[in-house]
């Protein structure tokens, strides 16, 4: 695998180029964790998209490699929360082929059902499910 793979900077590339999502979000869409200077801003409607475990590695004997990321859709209320990420899951479903930076996302699926919670820290709603991304290199060179 190429170190400059990021699947999860592309999904979120991919995210904000999407109006349905940035509508609800603005610019507010994030990677690995809630940043502490948007802490103080919540609870309102943002993404965060982080590593999820349970890499499944190379695609029989291809570069194609899959990751688990788990998005969370966060809002004001439990129902905008649902509502965002009924939003974010219809748009990631929509995806066919989408290449950002040196990462080509070739699909992504939703693994379980959402869940509904309320960070136990924060008191923040939030909706949570994992998906599974397939993707690979793109060769920038030819």
């Known amino acids: 695998m190429s170190r400059d793979q990021d699947p999860i900077g592309a999904i979120i590339a991919y995210l904000k180029t999407k109006s349905a999502v940035t509508d609800l979000t603005s610019t507010r869409i994030f990677g690995q964790e809630l940043p502490r200077s948007e802490v103080s801003n919540m609870p309102r409607r943002c ?3 982080s590593s ?6 190379h695609i029989e004997a291809t570069t194609m490699r899959q990751v688990r ?5 966060y809002g004001e209320s439990p129902k905008q929360a649902m509502d965002l ?9 929509d995806l066919n082929g989408e290449a950002s930076g040196n990462t080509y996302i070739y699909s992504v699926f939703q693994e379980t059902a959402p869940l509904s919670l309320r960070d136990p820290d924060l008191d ?14 793109v060769n920038l060179s030819s």
């Open 69 to 73: 990321v788990d998005i969370r859709c």
């Open 85 to 93: 990420h009924i939003t974010t899951d219809t748009t990631l479903s």
């Open 47 to 49: 993404l965060v998209v």
């Open 124 to 137: 923040f709603a939030y909706v949570q499910s994992p998906y599974l991304l397939q993707y690979n290199t």
């Open 52 to 57: 999820a475990g349970g890499v499944l590695g």
